[in-house]
Each structure stands twice: as C-alpha cells, then as structure tokens.
C-alpha cells in the first residue's frame, strides 16, 4: 500500500485504541471512522445506527459486489501499555482484540479502492458489538439487501509468525452461547432449614451436571460447558439461601450439538425445580454461530496470499473462541481468515496485547488482491 496511506490508518488505529468503547457504546469510534473515510476518500458512506457501511462502485457496467467486513468494539480489560503514547485512555477498557487494527485495516481498503479502483462493487462494512454476538446478524442483512455474492474478514492471531496467513477449510470458530440459571425459592431462619425452600441443591447439582452431561452423552465434536459464576443467598448467617444463580458457557463445533447439550441443561433444571420445589428461569447471552469457511472463498484467499508471497499455514483445529461473522457465511459464500500477529505478540484479550501495526499493510494488501482474485 502506499506510503502516505499507511500512515494514515497507523495514525487512525492509534486514535482508536486511546479511545475504546464497548459493545453497544461505540458511539465516538463509529463516528471517528466515517469521518475519516469522508475526509480521505470519496466513497458512500452509509449511517445504519449502530453501524455503517462505506460503498465503493464499480464503472464497469454489470458488476457484480463482494464485501468486506471490519468490527470495532473493545473490551473490559485494563490497557497495561503504559509505555504507549496512545494507551487507552478508558479505564478498564481496551482494544484488547484488535478490532481497532481490524477497522483501521478496512479504512486502508477504502483509501486504496478510491485511488485505484476496483473490478467489483465492494461494500466495507464496519460492524458494531462483535464481542458480545449482538452486531452480526443485523449488519449481514445487508448481504441480501445488496445481492452481494461474497464476503470476507480477517482476525489478528498473536503466536504466528508475522504477516502469514493462516486459515482452515471448513469450520474455523466455534459455535457458543451463555445461559444463566436462576432458581427461586424462599428463605427461612438458619435453624429452620425444613421451613424453606433452598436453591443450593439445585445449583450444586447443575454445576455438576455441566460435567456428567458431557460424560454420559456421546457428541460427534467437541462440545465443552464451563462454569462462569454462580452466586447462592447471602453471606448472613442466620438466613438460608432462597435464591440462586449459576451462569454456563456452551461452546461446541457444531450448532445442532450446542442446542442438544441446551436442551439437556434445560431439562435438568426443570426436574430440579419440580424436585425441590422452585421456580425457575433461563436467560441466553452472548450467542454465537458457527463460523465456516466456503471451498471457493477460501481458495481464493490463498491464491491472495500466494500471489503476495505470504507464508500460508493451516489453522490445525477450529479456533475455540467464537465469532459472529458465521451470520455473514450463512447469507452467501465468504471465508474468515487471519493474519499473524507474531510468535512472540502478546495474546489477545491480555492486559499486554497492543494491535501489531506492521501487519496493517499486509491486511490491505491481502483484501485488494482477493478483491482482484475474486470472480
């Protein structure tokens, strides 16, 4: 990419990680990045709410669109970069994932489609509250809303060399989803314990269902259920507890498996409540699709990379953390793919990590020849 472009989004990037936002807050990110691509390219750019896409169109008459797609929301992690000029200036919250080098990267994109131009009419959309599973499905709508026939986005990964690409066929992010549990009872004196109606049980016996469950059932791939917090009554001695929480996460490869070990869960609670008579209720968070990569989309982000004298390494299992750029794949065909952040980087979603500026020009590079490569 160019030299004037780069520092651009180098110096973009590094307003965005001072100034991190969380999922559903990303109200001064947002509007930092549409005035950005304003100010420095003349492409469309489109407010949706809480998103927004930017809209490169092609001369060429009956060109068909692909998109690419950028997410911009932060985490709730102290920033420990102190030694950074442009560390977070939020505390307890940092881009922590890289969605700040992950939008700054797309702006890249848009600087270079304005100055070169570009086969294809290409959409760059700029997605919300990635973090939490909430931004995707809304922002993928526009995949059918715009006959777009393919869609890409690509990740940060610490622990690879800097600059490969790294990619799997197929499945390549879990599939995942919280539930919490809350069982109603009623309280009663210490003493007393016969004259109420005590969660604890229940609570105790789920956690230890989140375990036997897996044991006793047979899934064709991995499927884990990781106990996230629980919470009986209150530390007052004299009173027994009358209501309780307990919080899971499910994650496993595959969609139709997570919903089996649900249900599962749901099942227990309900002949737990009956058992002891409580009352009881289930709330989801968080939810995540299974991320699968299309055949063709894949290999023409390898035949990118290969053309770009990128090292290609293979992802050798799904990657467990989950990503909602499935809702995209689910519309049309697209491939999510990664570029190395370095062996020695800090990891993601650590107090250490800071967005590896280097690779910048790697990302934009790697989405215009795809853009080039694609049919």
């Not at 549990?181 to 007393?192: I, L, M, P, R, Y």
């Not at 989309?297 to 499935?326: H, N, Q, Y």
Request: overall charge negative; proline content about 4%.
């Amino acid at each position: 990419m160019k030299t004037q472009h780069q520092e651009l989004i180098v110096a973009l990037r590094h307003q965005l990680h001072a100034h991190p936002e969380l999922s559903l807050e990303e109200h001064w990110t947002k509007q930092t990045l549409m005035t950005f691509l304003r100010t420095h390219t003349s492409l469309a750019v489109v407010d949706r709410g809480a998103w927004f896409y930017a809209f490169y169109q092609c001369p060429l008459p009956d060109a068909s669109a692909i998109a690419f797609r950028a997410d911009f929301d932060a985490i709730a992690i102290t920033d420990a970069r102190n030694d950074l000029p442009y560390h977070s200036q939020c505390p307890g919250v940092s881009h922590g994932c890289g969605h700040d080098g992950h939008s700054a990267a797309l702006c890249g994109l848009a600087l270079a489609l304005d100055a070169q131009g570009a086969r294809h009419d290409v959409y760059l959309i700029f997605q919300h509250a990635e973090e939490i599973g909430a931004g995707g499905e809304t922002c993928a709508a526009l995949l059918t809303e715009k006959n777009i026939s393919q869609v890409y986005a690509m990740h940060n990964l610490s622990g690879y060399p800097e600059s490969a690409l790294i990619c799997r066929d197929g499945l390549t992010q879990c599939a995942s989803r919280g539930l919490s549990f809350t069982f109603h009872g009623t309280t009663c004196h210490a003493s007393q314990p016969e004259d109420g109606k005590n969660p604890a049980f229940a609570v105790a016996e789920m956690i230890q269902a989140s375990r036997t469950l897996l044991e006793s059932h047979t899934f064709e791939g991995l499927v884990l259920c990781t106990v996230i917090h629980a919470e009986i009554g209150q530390e007052n001695f004299g009173i027994a507890a009358g209501e309780g929480q307990l919080a899971l996460t499910l994650r496993a490869d595959r969609e139709d498996e997570l919903a089996r070990l649900e249900t599962l869960l749901r099942t227990e609670a309900q002949r737990l409540a009956l058992r002891d008579g409580l009352t009881w209720e289930v709330s989801i968070h968080d939810p995540f699709p299974e991320t699968r990569n299309d055949d063709a989309a894949l290999a023409t982000v390898r035949s990118a990379a290969k053309a770009l004298g990128l090292k290609i390494l293979t992802l050798p299992a799904p990657w467990r953390a989950s990503e909602d750029f499935g809702w995209y794949t689910k519309r049309c065909p697209g491939a999510m793919f990664y570029i190395g952040g370095g062996e020695e980087h800090p990891a993601l979603h650590t107090e250490r990590y800071d967005f590896n500026d280097h690779i910048l020009a790697t990302a934009v590079d790697l989405f215009l020849e795809i853009e080039q490569q694609t049919p």
